[in-house]
């Protein structure tokens, strides 16, 4: 298990946006205008607790641009969550949005819990809660809230009851689309619990077929076994990838032989952490991270590859499945060193692509098959994955900068168009 630093993720996000409005030439007024946040709502709340006591808890949404679409973004529960992180979040899903070419704005938020303290019940509680006091910050046409770290299809039912109760009943079956990644009776989409694993495999697929490289021939790790890290690596598994490393909150573990992510997936959900699973070595985090293969998938947490750990990394390639990995520092060395990056604003994208599908058949009433939603998926990440890749070309930089580059033309695009108040 790795330690989180506490870096600001959101200095890094400002930092990212500099250097690719530089080296656009963004628009002065429109660079003033996206490097600030619309809105920030801090939420303190009381849930009674199983034992009949009062805890306060403190809940966040930062909104950070509404130009292309409603607000969309996860809530997230963890320890780590705060203003800054939030904003950090909150700025890179309007990057994303941009990139993958999606009617909607960026926002995030989350709550300051660890969630394993907590019982099922007080989760829903703190949930129906932290629900009440957003009000009407969130809704179908305004602001969406989907899955993010320790947050799940349960967690959004909860979100769309309560919210539905706060409705008159002639508009509850039109608001629906509150939340997404729901269950899939409560009106989610198939394919939805998958999609940013499955986006990041997408993404390995077309860079795999630029370079070449055969990825039944592949070895690769994978940090984070929730969602993102799960789904990427059971999909990886049908190209007859090698997953050799895995990390999560409880532990690391190494085999070179190859470690069955189904079967892993599996142990995960019986124990709620990889470990004790005894198909593989257990390793400590600089010897995880140091492990020797083609391809490293972080789908953890913030600020994992750092001026102090990117130097162990011994891979070709980092796909970022998680949210800013990999801080400026990092990230310059990774480069000093000649390892490709693959950044999260393009490579995480499928979560909130997919997301934009529930939402839409939220609003036809329509239910699409697998087929339908995975074909659409790859469509849009080949596309964002083309410009970005163009782009790169384009500007001789790296995909992160060029990343930002396609996100920033569509926003000024659309201000310059449109115009500024009043
Ligand atoms: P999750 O809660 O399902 O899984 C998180 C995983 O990270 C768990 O395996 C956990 O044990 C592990 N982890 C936590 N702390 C760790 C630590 N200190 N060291 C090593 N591992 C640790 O969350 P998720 O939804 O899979 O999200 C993972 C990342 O992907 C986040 O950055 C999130 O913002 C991003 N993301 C998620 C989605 C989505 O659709 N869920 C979409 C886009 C981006």
Redo the contacts with the bound molecule.
Sequence with gaps: ????TNRSVYATVRQQFDKAADLMNLDPPIRKILSKTTNEIVVNFPVKMDNGNIEMFTGYRVQHNNVLGPYKG?L?YHPSVDIDEVRA?ATWMTWKCAIAGLPLGGAKGGIQIDPRKYSQSEIERITRRFTFALGSNIGPEYDIP?????TNAQIMAWILDTYLQMMPPQERNRSTHVVT?KPIQSGGSVGREK??GQGVVYVIEMWAQDNAVDLSEITYCV???????SWAARLMKMHGARLVAV????GAIHNPEGIDPDDLTAYVQEYG?LAGYPQGQPVDHPTFLSTTADIFVP????NQITAQTAPLLNVRLVVE???GPTDIEGDAILQQRGIELLPDILC?AG??IVSYFEWLQNKRSEYWDLDEVDHKLHKKMRAAYASVRDTAHEYSTDLRTAAYIVALTRLEKVYKERGIFP
């Design positions: 298990m790795s330690t989180v996860g997230r979040l989907a899955p993010d770290v320790n990644g999609a940013t940090q984070g076994f929730g969602n993102v890290g990390e999560d909150a409880t952490g789908a953890a947490l913030e499945g998680a949210n995480n979560g909130v």
